[in-house]
């Protein structure tokens, strides 16, 4: 009998402890790297080197180095321009397809070094990265694994060279948070005067899984983005813009071989807007699009400036797809950010500053329909979700995958943006959700959708109203929302 009843308890004690332990992560989870990055939600790519001058998109490799010119002082413009502009990092183009190095690189003489800037004593990426920090935002490189100016490409002396690039950009300029590695591999090219078309397969070239391994080494919280990731997987599209429903987790897949997937070699771009639902890999997408029609500068192009409306739409659909922004920003001849761009810069940067001063979720009372059970050492509480912490949370029990949360404000509001979260740290739980305001004594649905992830941005019709209530109406386990904000959009 005493046994029966010990037994009986222990298998109380540990159903409750069951129920109290914290939820369980859901599928793939981001790394420290990864939260960090999707913290970041905005920043550039800066193109700005011999093709400025030559009015290229792809320099061939032969341009002249002498041509690089522009004033001596020209980083700090261009990155209190982004700052101003809302972006929270900048990724500098150190070296694009036609191999010219804007650092005194020591792998090739194609590099800054035969410019007359600073009397061939300059060195950008210093400048950049050095301003960057100054100015508070993230620094990251591009180096473009497809070079055009060297005889080596195409060989096998041009993978250490390459590797050697890698190694100086990421040991010498402080803390870099993003290298982006992009996947184009066009074909023909100077290549040290043979100029010829050079193919190589890209999956087994470039050594990915060691030339990443620098990057790993050299810096640990550095993201790595490519079609494939690992880190941040290519959008799939230049224009900005994820799936409505878009998921963090992805299977890349290689062309040639589909187990083992590559930067330059993925299947599976046209899947990028999306992603997977229940992918094998945290790899969340990372939205590029140029600023101006071309990534680099062009003096027929100051007409196609991106107004700030059109970028707040692109915001809502990378950083409010869960995603991150990345916008391409293209100096001038002189190094400089035209007239143009900082208008729409401006006017971006402002109007999300103007977004976000007001959250009309602050001060309201929350409830949920249930709360999970053993909150007592870390709260699951439903008033989590307007705390200014992304990563506290409401949660249920493990067996409740839908539910309710209703906030009571302040006092009634006028608005029309939405931003939910969920504590990514425990993976994409949510398959589908619905905001409703209270409306002349009723609830009145203001949009619906499948996935939320690190950030869900939703706009709609201006409505008023004094209530606004989440439900959670499918889940793959137990919901884990760590913010509800309440906005209105301003003029733009
Ligand atoms: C592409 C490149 O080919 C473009 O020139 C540009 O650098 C863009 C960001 O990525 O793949």
Redesign the pocket.
């Given at each position: 009998m005493k046994k029966q009843k010990l037994a009986v308890s222990l298998v109380l004690v540990s159903a409750l402890s069951l129920l109290a332990a914290e939820p369980q992560p859901y599928g793939a989870i981001p790394s420290e790297r990864q939260l960090k990055w999707h913290e970041t939600e905005t920043f550039s790519?800066i193109?700005f080197s011999l093709n400025t001058y030559t009015d290229r998109?792809?320099g061939y490799g032969d341009e002249d180095p002498k041509l690089f010119n522009p004033k001596p002082e020209i980083a700090d413009q261009v990155i209190s321009a982004l700052k101003r502009g809302g972006m929270n990092g900048v990724i500098l183009?150190a070296k694009?397809?036609d191999g010219f190095c804007l650092w005194p690189t020591k792998t090739t003489s194609h590099n800054i070094t035969k410019s007359p800037w600073h009397d061939g004593k300059g060195d950008l990426v210093r400048q950049y990265s050095d301003s960057a920090r100054k100015l508070g935002l993230k620094f990251g490189v591009?180096c473009?694994p497809w070079d055009r100016n060297s005889a080596k490409y195409g060989t096998d002396k041009y993978l250490p060279m390459y590797q050697a690039q890698i190694t100086e950009l990421l040991s010498n300029y402080g803390p870099i948070f993003e290298m982006w590695f992009?996947?184009?591999n066009g074909g023909d090219g100077y290549y040290g005067g043979a100029c010829e078309k050079r193919s190589i397969d890209s999956s087994v070239y470039y050594d990915w899984p060691n030339t990443w391994g620098i990057v790993r080494k050299l810096q640990p919280m550095a993201c790595i983005f490519g079609d494939v990731g690992p880190d941040s997987r290519w959008v799939g599209n230049?224009k900005g813009y994820a799936a409505e429903d878009s998921w963090a987790t992805f299977t890349p897949k290689g062309r040639k071989n589909p187990d083992r997937p590559s930067n330059g070699d993925s299947m599976n771009n046209k899947e990028g807007p999306a992603g997977h639902r229940d992918g094998a890999n945290w790899i969340p997408p990372e939205c590029?699009l140029?600023l101006r029609k071309g990534?680099f500068w062009h003096p027929d192009q100051d007409a196609t400036v991106r107004s700030p409306s059109k970028l707040m739409d692109i915001y809502f659909n990378s950083v409010g797809k869960g995603g991150c922004m990345n916008l391409?920003v293209a100096p001038n001849r002189d190094g400089f950010v035209c007239d143009a761009d900082i208008k729409s810069l401006d006017g971006f940067g402002t109007a999300l500053k103007k977004l976000y001063a007001v959250n009309f979720a602050k001060g309201a009372a929350v409830t949920a329909s249930a709360v999970r059970a053993g909150g007592d050492k870390i709260s699951y509480n439903a008033a989590n979700v307007i705390d200014d912490d992304r990563y506290t949370y409401w949660a249920t029990n493990n067996d409740v995958k839908q539910g309710e949360l209703t906030l009571t404000l302040a006092k009634e509001a006028e608005f029309d943006v939405i931003r939910l979260r969920e504590n990514i740290k425990l993976g994409q739980r949510v398959d589908g959700f619905a905001v409703d305001t209270w409306q002349n004594g009723a609830w009145k649905e203001f949009a619906g959708g499948k996935s939320i992830g690190a950030s869900r941005l939703i706009r709609g019709e201006k409505v008023k109203s004094s209530k606004l209530r989440l439900r959670i109406t499918a889940a793959a386990a137990c919901p884990c929302i760590s913010d509800i904000g309440i906005f209105k959009m301003p003029q733009l």
């Amino acid at each position: 009998m005493k046994k029966q009843k010990l037994a009986v308890s222990l298998v109380l004690v540990s159903a409750l402890s069951l129920l109290a332990a914290e939820p369980q992560p859901y599928g793939a989870i981001p790394s420290e790297r990864q939260l960090k990055w999707h913290e970041t939600e905005t920043f550039s790519l800066i193109h700005f080197s011999l093709n400025t001058y030559t009015d290229r998109e792809w320099g061939y490799g032969d341009e002249d180095p002498k041509l690089f010119n522009p004033k001596p002082e020209i980083a700090d413009q261009v990155i209190s321009a982004l700052k101003r502009g809302g972006m929270n990092g900048v990724i500098l183009v150190a070296k694009h397809h036609d191999g010219f190095c804007l650092w005194p690189t020591k792998t090739t003489s194609h590099n800054i070094t035969k410019s007359p800037w600073h009397d061939g004593k300059g060195d950008l990426v210093r400048q950049y990265s050095d301003s960057a920090r100054k100015l508070g935002l993230k620094f990251g490189v591009y180096c473009s694994p497809w070079d055009r100016n060297s005889a080596k490409y195409g060989t096998d002396k041009y993978l250490p060279m390459y590797q050697a690039q890698i190694t100086e950009l990421l040991s010498n300029y402080g803390p870099i948070f993003e290298m982006w590695f992009d996947g184009a591999n066009g074909g023909d090219g100077y290549y040290g005067g043979a100029c010829e078309k050079r193919s190589i397969d890209s999956s087994v070239y470039y050594d990915w899984p060691n030339t990443w391994g620098i990057v790993r080494k050299l810096q640990p919280m550095a993201c790595i983005f490519g079609d494939v990731g690992p880190d941040s997987r290519w959008v799939g599209n230049e224009k900005g813009y994820a799936a409505e429903d878009s998921w963090a987790t992805f299977t890349p897949k290689g062309r040639k071989n589909p187990d083992r997937p590559s930067n330059g070699d993925s299947m599976n771009n046209k899947e990028g807007p999306a992603g997977h639902r229940d992918g094998a890999n945290w790899i969340p997408p990372e939205c590029d699009l140029p600023l101006r029609k071309g990534w680099f500068w062009h003096p027929d192009q100051d007409a196609t400036v991106r107004s700030p409306s059109k970028l707040m739409d692109i915001y809502f659909n990378s950083v409010g797809k869960g995603g991150c922004m990345n916008l391409g920003v293209a100096p001038n001849r002189d190094g400089f950010v035209c007239d143009a761009d900082i208008k729409s810069l401006d006017g971006f940067g402002t109007a999300l500053k103007k977004l976000y001063a007001v959250n009309f979720a602050k001060g309201a009372a929350v409830t949920a329909s249930a709360v999970r059970a053993g909150g007592d050492k870390i709260s699951y509480n439903a008033a989590n979700v307007i705390d200014d912490d992304r990563y506290t949370y409401w949660a249920t029990n493990n067996d409740v995958k839908q539910g309710e949360l209703t906030l009571t404000l302040a006092k009634e509001a006028e608005f029309d943006v939405i931003r939910l979260r969920e504590n990514i740290k425990l993976g994409q739980r949510v398959d589908g959700f619905a905001v409703d305001t209270w409306q002349n004594g009723a609830w009145k649905e203001f949009a619906g959708g499948k996935s939320i992830g690190a950030s869900r941005l939703i706009r709609g019709e201006k409505v008023k109203s004094s209530k606004l209530r989440l439900r959670i109406t499918a889940a793959a386990a137990c919901p884990c929302i760590s913010d509800i904000g309440i906005f209105k959009m301003p003029q733009l």
